[in-house]
């Protein structure tokens, strides 16, 4: 334990003795988070956003006009029974005239001419957002439309395929921009961890003198690691709070409506962060230390 205590406390006085290299590292590691955090919060809100939108989502299957009743009865069963179908909603030919008409209004010229109603019947399918993959959804569309009685089938398949395809590729560059920046900020300190080893050559030949192990020579520099890490991922997580509130705020003054629900910041946002810091700074302070000969 006193040993621990011992090394803790040279990690420290090493730490705030070389304050200026350290500040330089730990301000290189906050705008790596900060440009890191921004990118990521921006894709998740927009993934939450597309969810968000896509619940709304279903397929419209219009029915043929000579359809029967029993036909229809057996159609509507069937969907039922679908475990990929949340809610069947019925819309008749009278109901989808009375629709328009509230949309387009009664005296729309549009309307005029029309001796019988136009409309199709149809059914209206609501899907688990678990079953939104395009290529399913094409599948059970091009199914739903070989059932007797079926018309044509309608879901929006090129916005529901820009919808995932935007959402993959959010992602993927998340996890690219993650990469490099990881790998960025572990090399940043794996040079500074490089340079101050250097630096106190002379103290490292006395403790090797004295009969130190490698272990007891390398924790100090593991744990200025680690103190780089998590001081850039605290300010880092502050920065990002302070450009939270400030873009929340102009968003809101913008557009009231909008604020709280298109942009927020996850509570696991907090522990996170100056985790991640740590991590990326460790790693690269114990690829410095295991090069180093002694």
């Known amino acids: 334990m006193k040993t621990l205590s011992y090394l803790f406390q040279t990690a420290v006085q090493n730490f705030l003795r070389e304050k200026w290299i350290n500040a330089l590292t730990i301000l290189t590691v906050t705008i790596g988070l900060l440009i890191l955090s921004v990118f990521t ?25 000579n359809i029967t009743l029993e036909e ?5 069963g069937s969907f039922k029974k679908d475990p990929d179908i949340i809610a069947v909603n019925h819309i008749s ?16 010229p549009l309307l005029e001419g029309f001796e019988e109603n136009p409309l199709p019947a149809s059914f209206e399918l609501k899907l688990k957002r678990e079953s939104l993959e395009p290529s399913y959804i094409r599948s059970k569309a091009a199914n739903i439309r070989q059932l007797t009685g079926v018309e044509d089938v309608q879901y929006g398949e090129k916005w529901l395929s820009s919808l995932n395809s935007l959402s993959q590729g959010m992602k993927i560059m998340a996890i690219i921009l993650g990469s490099i920046i990881f790998i960025a900020t572990a090399f940043v300190t794996y040079s500074t961890i490089k340079i101050l080893f250097y630096r106190r050559q002379e103290e490292i030949e006395t403790l090797k003198l004295l009969g130190a192990t490698k272990s007891f020579i390398r924790m100090p520099f593991l744990m200025e690691g680690i103190f780089i890490g998590l001081s850039g991922g605290v300010i880092g997580l502050l920065a990002l709070i302070g450009l939270y509130v400030f873009s929340t ?6 557009i009231p409506s909008m604020g709280g629900e298109m942009f927020s910041l996850h509570p696991y946002t907090y522990p996170i962060l100056p985790l991640v810091g740590t991590i990326m700074s460790l790693t690269g302070s114990i690829f410095a230390v295991g090069r180093i000969k002694y």
Request: charged share 30%; hydrophobic share 50%; net charge positive.
């Open 41 to 65: 919060v921006i894709t998740l809100n927009m993934d939450l956003a597309l969810k968000r939108w896509a619940k709304g989502f279903g397929i419209v299957v219009y029915l043929k006009d």
């Open 93 to 108: 030919k009278d109901k989808a005239i009375e629709e328009l008409k509230q949309i387009i209004g009664n005296s729309n």
């Open 72 to 76: 229809m009865e057996l159609l509507k």
């Open 249 to 254: 705020s102009k968003i809101i003054a913008f």
